[in-house]
């Protein structure tokens, strides 16, 4: 490289010493954020997938009940990082279940929105617990390559799958005669049921290869529409 290059490169990272600011999350003209489209969160859980098999195919010699261990520690972290999103899931079709159900009071509709509204930060990076969820670093063990998939299916299921419900049930507390609202929550809850039933299913794979019974994934169940 030019000596010139190389001081335009110096000149261009000296300054203040801040790290640039973030892009804006939002596109102009509407559309749902870059974050929050599934194309993009299934393309970066194949970038994930890549980095779990790289790391569970090392070599590993530890004991059965240390991978047990080790394993169940996994599996108590993703249930902890997720929990406040599956909480604030069923909160949210409590609130539509009563809303379609007409038995919200006054006090209750004027009170939905915000509700909805944490409901929905919950499901979303801007929660620490999904970030940390989202980086869970999954042992290399028998099992590891099953908790790693596990990992991303719940990842989906929170950052795609519920945070699209909640923002749907969101637009139905505006407009409940909204069929696009209505349409898109009904794809949203067979997403929520397939990909629960994924991440079960993983769980249970990663039990035979261990041969026990690691603790149960507590997902809140979509109730029927």
């Known amino acids: 490289m030019s000596q010139s290059g190389a001081g335009q490169m110096t000149e261009a ?3 203040t010493g801040e790290p640039p600011l973030p892009p804006q999350q939002s596109r102009p003209g509407g559309g749902r954020p870059w974050y929050r489209r ?5 393309g970066a859980v194949v970038v994930a997938v890549v980095a779990v098999t790289v ?6 010699h530890a004991s059965r009940p240390v991978q047990i261990a080790g394993d169940s520690t996994v599996m108590s972290e993703v249930n902890s990082d997720v929990g406040a999103c599956s909480y604030a899931l069923g909160e949210s079709f409590t609130i539509y279940g009563d809303l379609v159900g007409h038995r919200l009071t006054s006090s209750d509709a004027a009170e939905a929105p915000g509700l909805l509204s944490d ?4 499901c979303s990076y801007a ?7 989202s980086n869970i670093e999954v042992p290399g063990s028998a099992a590891g390559k099953d908790l790693g998939q596990l990992v ?16 749907e049930i969101q637009a139905l507390d505006t407009d409940p005669s909204s069929t696009t609202a209505l349409r898109n929550l009904s794809q949203a809850e067979q997403m929520l049921t397939s990909d ?12 035979n290869v261990l041969h026990t019974r690691l603790p149960a994934l507590h997902l809140a169940e ?4």
Do not use: H, K
């Not at 599934?38 to 299934?42: H, I, P, Q, W």
């Open 196 to 207: 629960r039933t994924q991440a079960e299913s993983e769980l249970e794979a990663a039990d």
């Open 38 to 42: 599934r194309a993009f969160l299934v």
């Open 55 to 60: 790391v569970t195919d090392l070599p590993q």
């Open 127 to 133: 929660n620490d617990s999904i970030y940390e969820l």
């Open 152 to 167: 991303d299916t719940v990842s989906l299921w929170a950052t795609s799958d519920a945070l699209r419900a909640i923002e």
């Open 222 to 225: 979509v109730p029927a529409s």
């Open 119 to 122: 409901d929905q930060t919950a």
């Open 13 to 15: 990272s000296s300054g």
